[in-house]
């Protein structure tokens, strides 16, 4: 406190001093009254006086809080894409992981939403989420085109004398406590929503028939397993491998305009979208090691094939030819993608023997095995 401050402070209770005794000289019954209103204002004073000093502090102080109120009050509220894509969804009611069904004018009257909400056309949506999977274009695996047989292939590749095969390195996998993988090998490469494809990551192509291509290195034991399942009486067709960036964008944009139409918002389609399709950038399909198989009788991309003579022979045999089902029942909320017996990807043989035999997903093999 400087000199001046402390000046006016002690005349200000000079003055307060010297009223009290006037008032107490006339007043002599009412001398309580002159003490109380002489600490009243004294006190009132000090508290005043205070906070003049520390003027500047507390204007800060207000808009910090100021600021803080308003940034809260009419930000947009946040929305988790971390979700489990293990759960249940309800069209009818659109629900997701909830006990309870909203209905579309509680939702609209839901102080949480910014937006106004739309009504959500049932029919639309489920005719949506029924849809083929658009893990290819519409239609392509009917298109003989778009698909590929072994006899195909072999004319393509020149029977398999051009491709040189790439094998493992002879990990010793007789000791499962001492199992290690390299982490920058190509083969076991980790592509998911939380792992994007890197920037600069290369690969050579290779024709296996037609327009179709992957990555070349793949293309031998692709032909070898091909080759064991015909000698077992399984027709394996090869469908939809590799596809670029823009190709894999509109196939998930199409997916999240057939939910919008139904009378979803972006964020809710999207994130429902997700469970099928692939984030562009993140799908396997576009390293070239992925690849979506069909057999004779059987050419639609859903869960049934997993019951047809090729999808339990892939189940039981492609890890010997180094092939994995990528995404298997029960690990959805690991892989953040919904069962697909037809989506296998190439890992080498070590690594597809070690997931095959542990019954995990590649996530879970780069968590326990991989340096």
């Keep these: 406190m400087n000199a001046s401050s402390l000046q006016m402070k002690l005349a200000y209770k000079n003055k307060i001093f010297s009223k009290v005794k ?13 003490i109380c209103y002489a600490f009243a204002a004294i006190a009132l004073y000090d508290i005043l006086f205070y906070f003049y000093r520390s003027s500047k502090r507390y204007i800060c102080l207000a808009c910090g809080l100021l600021f803080f109120v308003f940034s809260s009050s009419f930000s947009y509220p946040a929305m988790s894409l971390n979700i489990s894509f293990a759960s249940d969804v309800s069209v009818d009611g659109y629900s997701s992981d909830s006990e309870e069904v909203l209905s579309s004018e509680e939702v609209a009257e839901s102080d949480a939403e910014l937006a106004v909400s739309q009504d959500i056309d049932s029919e639309l949506i489920r005719e949506a989420m029924e849809s083929e999977n658009p893990d290819v274009a519409e239609a392509e695996h009917f298109n003989p085109e778009k ?81 064991a399942a015909n000698a077992d009486g399984v027709a394996l067709i090869i469908c939809s491998p590799y596809r670029d960036r823009d190709r894999q964008t509109m196939l998930f944009n199409n997916k999240v305009s057939r939910y919008m139409e139904g009378g979803m918002n972006y964020m809710e389609a999207y994130n429902l979208a997700s469970q099928a399709v692939t984030v562009p950038g993140s799908s396997e399909h576009q ?63 070590d690594a597809a023997t070690v997931i095959h035999e542990n019954g995990i997903c590649l996530e879970e093999f780069w968590n326990t095995y991989v340096n």
């Excluded at 006037?22 to 009254?33: T, Y």
């Excluded at 792992?195 to 050579?204: G, V």
């Excluded at 869960?303 to 994995?324: C, M, P, Q, V």
Aim: hydrophobic share 35%; with cysteine.
């Design 147 to 227: 698909q590929a047989s072994l006899s195909e292939i072999l004319e393509a590749t020149g029977d398999g004398a051009a491709v040189t095969e790439e094998t493992d390195e002879g990990t010793d996998l007789s000791n499962p406590d001492e199992i290690n993988f390299d982490g920058s090998d190509w083969k076991i490469m980790l592509v998911n929503k939380q792992h994007p494809i890197p920037d600069d990551y290369e690969f050579p192509l290779g024709t296996i028939s037609g327009t179709m291509r992957c990555d070349e290195r793949i293309i031998a034991p692709l032909l070898e397993m091909m080759r």
């Design 287 to 349: 390293i070239g090691l992925a690849i979506d198989i069909i057999t004779e009788g059987y050419s639609s991309l859903d869960e049934g094939f997993g019951n047809t003579r090729a999808g339990k022979w892939l189940a039981d045999n492609s890890y010997k030819y180094g092939f994995i089902l990528r995404y298997p029942a029960g690990k959805e909320n690991i892989t953040s993608i919904e069962f697909e017996p037809w989506h296998f990807r190439y890992v080498g043989v």
């Design 22 to 34: 006037k008032f107490n000289r006339k007043h002599k019954a009412f001398c309580f009254l002159g």
